[in-house]
């Protein structure tokens, strides 16, 4: 029993729980209506006081969950673009929260990092079944494997230097 209450206390490194950790940080800027900095340094803080609220990261599953939030930060606008070409038949208005944060963090992933889109699919798809409703994991699998698709075709594309 003790092994496994210290293992549980021990940093997680994993890209997954760094992905869930942006994807909590994203969720209350945004339901607060607060500047995505200020809840990231909040939540990094509460991290590191031993707060159970969020899952111990270690350094490296920060910093890319830093990179997640920063880079979402600076490139929202592109992001949202994307995603509306990609959703049909919704708006934004209409979307639970929960799905649409979900997929603005995976978007951000697929459209600017090299990370392999498989990983980053499956890891979004677990996070909104297990933050959202239902039906979140098949509309959130179902829209970025739409956008996916549609980047693996446009990289092939003649005369396009890719997405």
């Known amino acids: 029993m003790t092994r496994r209450r210290e293992r549980g206390q021990q940093p997680v490194g994993t890209r997954r729980a760094a992905r869930e950790f942006a994807f909590r940080v994203l969720f209350e800027a945004e339901q607060g209506n607060l500047p995505l900095e200020a809840v990231f340094t909040r939540a990094e803080g509460a991290l590191r006081e031993g707060d159970d609220t969020f899952p111990q990261l270690n350094a490296e599953a920060l910093a890319f969950a830093r990179q997640l939030v920063d880079g979402l930060g600076a490139r929202r606008t592109d992001v949202d673009a994307a995603l509306r070409r990609t959703i049909r038949g919704w708006d934004f208005e209409q979307m ?17 990092t090299a ?42 594309a003649p005369g396009d230097e890719g997405a």
């Open 115 to 156: 990370e392999p889109h498989p990983p980053v699919i499956e890891s979004a798809v677990r996070i909104a079944r297990k933050f959202g409703g239902e039906d979140s994991g098949r509309f959130v699998n179902g829209v970025l494997g739409g956008l996916s698709r549609s980047l693996r075709a446009a990289s092939r």
């Open 96 to 112: 639970a929260q929960t799905d649409l944060n979900v997929l603005r963090l995976a978007t951000f992933e697929l459209l600017y």
